[in-house]
């Protein structure tokens, strides 16, 4: 073989290695080109932090301010009551008459033995004075030897020692008697029933004739009337335990109730339990309601619009971010397109927004559609888009 044909079989062999290495380049390119375009497009959303501000609806009891069953304090039989149910009355109004004919008897008895305490208490302190004169007479006649014996002289002072003794024993029996006088007369004073304060009768068990008395170990009386202050009510809520932290003493409350169902209500935050029922798991805080008109009613059940706070700002992601499985809740953070999943725990609601706690920071992007499907260390392609606007309170 000559050496021009050498030549040109080595020329021929170059260019077939050159252009096989090119068509190598060409699909390596290739192929990156389709491993790109095969990344997902993911949309994400900034996770925000602000203050949570929402209302949530509790029910709620409404109760009079002050409630008294008046219970008769001794037996007798009513004679007569001038109060119904529904009866406006005032402090220390009369509402009913007893009578018990013993305690008139007591009464005379009591006045009987005060009078002759004072009787003997008026003679003891008569005899007193007359034995202390003739002491003093005798002491004063001492003076001349001879003329009074000193034996008469010490049976004359202990005579007047014995009188003063029976002057104090009779004014402590007069005092003793006078107290027990003033006794059955306070007990006479429980035959008239009055009000113990300003409020309206809410129920009335008894009629003139009837014997009531006082309970005893067997049961307990029947009251003769209630009577309720409903000027201002007390609305009572039972405030969930993970709300308890958020409570304002004087804070104004809206409530509804059924019979005014367009009309809104306010009560203010005046007593906080400051213990959780353990059995609820709710702490009851109490409203004062101004019900001068009456509208209201112990009883009602309202509908309480309680608000909502937090003292510090907080993290909120769209609803659809948080995925949960049967092993976690998570949102999926999108960083330097990749994709990783981290663990939260979900707050309160507010419209298409949520509350989340976590290793989450403001500014995050975080998928708006959480999905258990992209795993953690995919590869994605983040596209932000706006999140929804704040909705109304609900």
């Not at 040109?8 to 375009?37: H, K, P």
């Not at 932290?245 to 009309?263: L, Q, R, W, Y």
């Not at 306010?266 to 609820?280: M, P």
Request: aromatic share 4%; with cysteine.
């Amino acid at each position: 073989m000559t050496q021009t044909r050498v030549l040109s079989i080595i020329v021929s062999l170059g260019v077939i290695s050159v252009c096989a290495s090119c068509g190598s380049n060409s699909s390596s390119s290739a192929v990156a080109q389709g491993n790109s375009a095969t990344s997902p497009s993911v949309e994400v959303v900034k996770v925000t932090s602000r203050k949570l501000t929402i209302t949530a609806r509790f029910p709620g009891e409404l109760q009079p301010y002050e409630s008294v069953a008046v219970l008769p304090k001794v037996t007798a039989f009513v004679d007569s009551i001038s109060v119904d149910r529904g009866s406006l009355v005032k402090e220390g109004e009369l509402m009913a008459r007893l009578v018990a004919p013993e305690l008139a008897a007591q009464r005379a008895e009591a006045q009987s033995k005060l009078q002759g305490a004072a009787a003997q208490r008026a003679e003891s302190e008569a005899k007193l004075s007359s034995d202390d004169s003739t002491y003093q007479r005798l002491k004063n006649a001492s003076a001349t030897p001879g003329v009074v014996a000193g034996n008469d002289l010490e049976v004359a002072q202990k005579a007047v020692d014995i009188d003063r003794a029976r002057v104090d024993a009779t004014r402590e029996s007069a005092e003793a008697a006078k107290s027990a006088l003033k006794s059955v007369t306070e007990v006479e004073g429980y035959l008239q029933v009055r009000a113990p304060f300003d409020g309206v009768v809410t129920e009335r068990n008894v009629h003139p004739g009837t014997l009531v008395g006082p309970a005893s170990g067997s049961g307990v009386a029947l009251p003769i009337v209630r009577v309720e202050k409903i000027a201002t009510l007390r609305l009572v809520v039972p405030v969930p335990e993970k709300y308890a932290a958020g409570i304002n003493p004087g804070a104004k409350v809206d409530f509804g109730v059924p019979a005014f169902p367009t009309e809104t209500f306010t009560g203010t935050v005046a007593r906080i339990a400051h213990s959780v029922d353990a059995k609820t798991r709710t702490m009851p805080v109490e409203l004062d309601v101004n019900n001068t008109g009456r509208r209201l009613a112990p009883g009602m059940f309202p509908e309480v619009l309680w608000p909502v706070h937090r003292s510090e700002p907080t993290l909120f992601v769209p609803v659809t971010a948080v995925a949960r499985t049967t092993e976690a809740t998570f949102v999926i953070r999108v960083r330097e397109g990749s994709a990783e999943w981290v663990n939260v725990q979900t707050g309160e609601l507010d419209g298409k927004l949520i509350e989340v706690f976590g290793e989450l920071h403001d500014g995050d992007e975080v998928a708006v559609r959480g999905t258990d499907e992209l795993r953690p260390g995919s590869h994605v392609s983040p596209k932000l888009v706006s999140p929804d606007p704040k909705p109304s309170a609900k």
